[in-house]
């Protein structure tokens, strides 16, 4: 069997291949969830099984889902290869918490949203928590997550794990190309956007990559991409919208990612 990822937010995993109606819809995907197809596309369906929290399933899955309010303006695959090890990890990573999080409608300042918030913190040695909403966390987020992922890669125990995005954004810039480095800052137009990448803008203030080359201390923001589509990329970081969420960044008709959103940099993921 061949094992693939969902690619969209949800999937109806539906008992036969036809509408989506109460009587076959069997249970729901999320975005990243590991399914394995048993047997060849039927008339624009998959038939797939897949292990949940609840138990094994089995059923069909649309091979592609139209324009949309998840998918863009152009229709997309929703099912998507599996990639590198060290990718699918931080994917995973990013995804496991964008899950705690409700989906990005878990808080951070309640109960239990503020307590995650403060294991963020933790694992880069302060002790906020998400009661102290006047201190972005969305850097501690990312650093928590490349660190899930280094437990079962090491080379991303290098990444510049701080409480600025700014530090690991001019960390990556420098140790573009070097071998050891877990992530190579690149100018946008230097490489199309891969899972597990991460796609770093400016907050506040305008950021220029050779801005950022020469100091790490400007103002920023970093999502690392789960998801990419024919005209866009899906992205999760931490204190967007107070939670864990995604964001949508524009492609460009060449693949490369959009500068709108103020994208400045591509942070291209070397731990395979």
Do not use: C
Request: no cysteine.
């Amino acid at each position: 069997m061949t094992r693939m990822y969902v690619n969209v937010e949800s999937l109806n995993l539906r008992i036969s291949a036809g509408p989506a109606t109460a009587a076959n819809l069997k249970t729901t995907l999320v975005l990243g969830q590991e399914v394995n197809l048993s047997g060849e596309p039927v008339n624009g369906w998959f038939p797939v099984k897949v292990v949940l929290q609840d138990g094994p399933f089995e059923g069909f899955v649309k091979a592609s889902l139209p324009p949309g309010p998840q998918t863009g303006a152009i229709e997309i695959p929703s099912l998507r290869d599996e990639v590198s090890a060290a990718r699918e990890v931080l994917v995973a990573a990013a995804l496991t918490q964008w899950k705690r999080f409700k989906f990005g409608q878990g808080k951070e300042a309640t109960e239990p949203f503020f307590r995650f918030v403060g294991e963020m913190w933790s694992a880069i040695g302060l002790s906020h928590d998400g009661h102290d909403v006047d201190i972005p966390w969305s850097s501690a987020a990312i650093s928590f997550m490349v660190r899930q992922a280094s437990m079962q890669f090491p080379k991303y125990q290098q990444f510049k794990f701080a409480a600025s995005h700014s530090r690991y954004i001019n960390d990556a810039i420098k140790n573009a190309g070097k071998k050891a480095a877990p992530f190579w800052g690149l100018r946008l137009h230097e490489r199309v956007p891969q899972l597990g990448d991460i796609v770093v803008r400016s907050r506040e203030q305008p950021v220029t990559f050779e801005l950022a080359a020469a100091t790490n201390t400007f103002k920023s923001h970093g999502d690392i991409v789960v998801s990419i589509r024919p005209d866009e990329l899906l992205a999760i970081g931490g204190n967007v919208s107070d939670s864990v969420s995604i964001t949508r960044y524009a492609k460009t008709p060449a693949g490369f990612v959009d500068s709108s959103k103020g994208v400045f940099a591509l942070l291209a993921n070397n731990a395979s």
